[in-house]
Antibody
Framework: EVQLVESGGGLVQPGRSMKLSCAAS????????MAWVRQAPTKGLEWVATISYDGSSTYYRDSVKGRFTISRDNAKSTLYLQMNSLRSEDTATYYCTRAGLWVFDYWGQGVMVTVSS | EIVLTQSPTTMAASPGEKVTLNCLASSSVSYMNWYQQKSGASPKLWIYGTSNLASGVPNRFSGSGSGTSYSLTISSMEAEDVATYYCLQLSSYPPTFGSGTKLEIK
């Protein structure tokens, strides 16, 4: 059974940093691209970043470029999102998702990030 | 960036009623994916590659479309179908989601 378990969220002040993790199991992690998708309270879904299966390619939405870094450790089957210079508009539930062929097929339960002073 | 416009924003259907949710793309896309999200839960893949049902999805659901116009249809509404449905395109970067259709039951 595919499982994605996010951790590392919480309350953080504007301008500070936070690192999210996503532990994967139930599939060969190193064979799949992975992505982060977020959802602000009462809002819709918004793609944040994607990383290729081997970590050689990364893609970001414009609003997080230069502030967020997606990475992975295939030996640990873990995906990361380093978030720097956080803003109030980054407040959201962050979901880890597996990037299958042309689809985000499995999703974690999500982790809440609140940026507030 | 391809913008996906979903309609209606909210709708209510009676049990047994046929329901159609729409997703209009600002430029042509090769296929569409749909997700179901129930209140307080994470999204679930519901339909992929325009018309393929994800594992466990009841066959009263179907997907269709091409180019810029896609739809999700429920042949006979059931109470368990209450949720918000989102479309997602991955044909071109950045990936974009529609704003969602909230489906309620009468």
């Amino acid at each position: 059974e595919v499982q994605l378990v996010e951790s590392g969220g919480g309350l953080v002040q504007p301008g500070r940093s936070m690192k999210l993790s996503c532990a994967a199991s139930g599939f060969t992690f190193s064979n799949y691209g992975m992505a982060w998708v977020r959802q602000a309270p009462t809002k819709g879904l918004e793609w944040v970043a994607t990383i290729s299966y081997d970590g050689s390619s990364t893609y970001y939405r414009d609003s997080v470029k230069g502030r967020f870094t997606i990475s992975r450790d295939n030996a640990k089957s873990t995906l990361y999102l380093q978030m720097n210079s956080l803003r109030s508009e980054d407040t959201a539930t962050y979901y880890c998702t597996r990037a299958g062929l042309w689809v985000f097929d499995y999703w974690g339960q999500g982790v809440m990030v609140t940026v507030s002073s | 960036e391809i913008v996906l416009t979903q309609s209606p924003t909210t709708m209510a259907a009676s049990p047994g009623e046929k329901v159609t949710l729409n997703c209009l793309a600002s430029s042509s896309v090769s296929y569409m994916n749909w997700y179901q999200q129930k209140s307080g839960a994470s999204p679930k893949l519901w339909i992929y590659g325009t018309s393929n049902l994800a594992s466990g999805v009841p066959n009263r659901f179907s997907g269709s479309g091409s180019g810029t116009s896609y739809s999700l249809t429920i042949s006979s509404m059931e109470a368990e179908d209450v949720a918000t449905y989102y479309c997602l395109q991955l044909s071109s970067y950045p990936p974009t989601f529609g704003s969602g259709t909230k489906l309620e039951i009468k």
